[in-house]
């Protein structure tokens, strides 16, 4: 298989192009990023103490690097451990990815959050099969243009499948960068972004470009972390600009700080004994495509007395059988990443159900099997809370 090249080579012409490109982009300001010793020392590192025994390493199968690291995106290594190998047990290629449900992909994801990924992760599967005769592409370009995968992810995958040499740039990379090259500004606004890719591309090593590629997510996942960095014990510690200027608590620069919006809604918990109602959601939006509860006029339980919720209640509960009770249940707030939920639930309890025709966007839900529903974390464990208390029931 052909590898493709995607960062310029180091010999004299290759440099002298890298510095005419960094020139047009920064007219005036002609800088050569290239530094060997940078990879060389995160190379030796990673070799030496960077993390060797994750469930997706030591491998050049594609389907699992692509599935780590998808669900790597803005998830810690030890929550995705789990869902990576219940994962793997249920979709063990990609052709049985591309295969399955919607329903049944959601489900093996319900919990982990961020739930576009699990829609892309399925479409990319499908994707892949269709058009690329299910082998995913060692060309970080056409990796890139599938869903879900941006210009970092593809190189990640394509450096530890293929051996490409592609440059990476995500959150750690660029925590990395900013504090040993001592660069100012928010590294998610595109001018600083844009000099953080020339640096990328240019510090590549000809070499054992997935020990690099590694070493570099390692030192910002182990030691370069944003709370209380490991200097002492980090390989580049000697030309790191931050520490040697006292900055490391500055660098990278944070986001500037919006408030953060807040919205209130109220769920209904309508069940029997046996069985609870659960509406899909709209594949757009928060938690799209999974099973939730049914949504009403908001209710503050400050606001409203025992007989008026039932007034207000009733009919949309007479809409799906004969209901008994209405009681308040524990407020809790979801936070989104850019927003608060308050959710304010009531229990209505029903002494009979009504059956749904000619519908598949609400479902009558056995109660015994909502441990392995679709569910948004904080839904799923509303309910397992509720039913898991037989006095609930009675």
Same mark, same amino acid.
């Given at each position: 298989?052909? $590898? ?50 994750? %469930?997706?390493?030591?491998?050049? *199968? ?13 998830? $810690? ?59 995913? %592409?060692?060309?970080? +370009? ?27 740039? *995500? ?12 660069? *100012? ?6 001018? =600083?972004?844009? $000099? ?7 510090? !590549? ?50 986001? %500037?700080?919006?408030?953060? %919006? ?14 609870? !109602?659960?509406? /899909? ?21 400050? *606001? ?19 209901? /008994? ?9 979801? =936070? ?13 309890? !029903? ?6 025709? +000619? ?36």
């Amino acid at each position: 298989m052909k $590898q493709v090249v995607t960062a310029p080579d180091r010999s004299a012409s290759g440099a002298k192009r890298a510095r005419s490109r960094t020139t047009a982009q920064n007219p005036g300001h002609a800088v050569d990023y290239s530094d060997p010793a940078f990879s060389e020392a995160v190379i030796r590192w990673q070799k030496q103490h960077g993390r060797h025994a994750l %469930p997706w390493q030591n491998t050049h *199968d594609a389907y699992r690097i692509w599935l780590s690291e998808i669900m790597l995106q803005q998830t $810690q290594v030890a929550a995705v451990i789990p869902y990576y190998r219940r994962f793997l047990e249920r979709f063990p290629n990609v052709q049985a990815l591309a295969e399955a449900p919607s329903e049944d992909v959601m489900a093996h994801w319900s919990g982990l959050g961020y739930y576009t990924r699990a829609r892309n992760l399925h479409r990319c599967a499908q994707r892949v099969v269709a058009d690329h005769g299910g082998v995913f %592409p060692s060309d970080p +370009g056409l990796l890139a243009e599938l869903p879900g995968i941006g210009r970092s992810t593809a190189a990640a995958i394509t450096a530890f499948a293929y051996g490409t040499r592609a440059a990476i740039l *995500d959150g750690n990379v660029k925590r990395v960068f900013c504090r040993v090259f001592g660069i *100012d500004g928010f590294p998610g606004a595109k001018p =600083v972004e844009d $000099q953080l890719w020339l640096r990328a591309v240019a510090l !590549l090593p000809e070499q054992d470009i997935g020990a690099y590629t590694q070493g570099l997510m390692d030192l910002g996942a182990t030691l370069c972390t944003r709370g209380k960095p490991a200097c002492e014990r980090c390989p580049l510690a000697g030309q790191c600009v931050a520490r040697a200027t006292g900055r490391t608590h500055l660098l990278p620069t944070r986001k %500037p700080k919006k408030a953060v %919006p807040e919205k209130s809604i109220t769920m209904l918990v309508i069940a029997d004994r046996t069985h609870v !109602l659960l509406e /899909r959601r709209p594949d757009s939006g928060i938690w799209g495509g999974l099973l939730s509860l049914p949504e009403t006029d908001v209710l503050n339980p400050d *606001d409203v007395g025992a007989t008026e919720r039932e007034e207000r209640l009733a009919p949309a509960a007479a809409h799906y059988g004969s209901p /008994r009770s209405f009681d308040r249940l524990q407020p809790f707030t979801h =936070v989104f990443t850019h927003y608060k939920l308050h959710v304010w639930p009531y229990h209505v309890r !029903l002494d009979s159900r009504r059956e749904f025709a +000619g519908e598949d966007s609400r479902v009558w839900y056995p109660v015994d099997r909502l441990a392995d529903a679709a569910l948004p974390a904080p839904v799923k464990k509303l309910l397992l809370a509720i039913f898991g208390e037989p006095d609930l029931l009675s």
